[in-house]
């Protein structure tokens, strides 16, 4: 069976303090472990500069209690994902991963943020093969899909894909200041 998604459009008056929300209910019984976000995605492309523009966001306003990975200088992308994933498996202390990355989906659905439990799988939606990643996921939907799924990402409007960013950045930096153990 599979799980209700909880989805709210981007540019909902209260979008941060309910993404707050949402992500303080998932990540409240993991707040013995690190938060470290793998903010995925390329800066190559303006629908898909949304994990990097939320990690270089998270960067501005630093956390001592968030690892970043992920960020427009330095992305983490299909080329990179697997070593990024194999580096944060060798961290001493088992972080907590929140995945984030676009995704392209219904028309219905554009300009929502999703957060959910479990991994997200990177790609998908351009027919890459990646690993699934992360212990819960948060996914900004920036453009429907479509017969030519990279072209639509190429031509996705920036604003939709900024405007996300700032909100879900905002809501990370609101949870993180409450989560009781900072990185290593």
């Known amino acids: 069976m599979e799980k209700e998604k909880w989805q709210i459009p981007f540019d909902h008056p209260n979008a941060v303090s309910l993404?707050?929300?949402?992500?303080?209910?998932?990540l409240a019984p993991h707040s013995h472990r690190p938060l470290l976000c793998l903010c995925i995605g390329t800066d190559r492309s303006s629908g898909d500069t949304l994990g990097p523009l939320v990690g270089t966001l998270l960067t501005e306003a630093p956390s001592p209690k968030i690892q970043i990975c992920g960020t427009l200088a330095q992305p983490v992308h299909a080329f990179s994902l697997n070593q990024t994933v194999a580096e944060i498996k060798q961290l001493a202390n088992a972080p907590f991963?929140?995945?984030i990355d676009a995704s392209l989906g219904k028309q219905k659905e554009v300009g929502m943020v999703e957060?959910?439990?479990g991994a997200l799988v990177p790609g998908k939606g351009v027919g890459k093969k990646l690993p699934p990643v992360g212990?819960?996921?948060?996914?900004?939907?920036?453009?429907?899909?479509?017969?030519?799924?990279?072209?639509?990402l190429q031509t996705t409007r920036f604003h939709v894909t900024y405007e996300m960013a700032t909100k879900i950045s905002r809501a990370l930096l609101t949870v993180a200041a409450a989560h009781s153990t900072p990185p290593d």
Not at 135 to 152: L, R, T, W
């Open 135 to 152: 212990d819960i996921h948060i996914k900004g939907f920036v453009n429907a899909a479509g017969a030519m799924p990279s072209h639509i």
């Open 115 to 117: 957060v959910g439990e």
């Open 97 to 99: 991963i929140i995945a």
């Open 19 to 26: 993404l707050t929300q949402r992500l303080d209910e998932l």
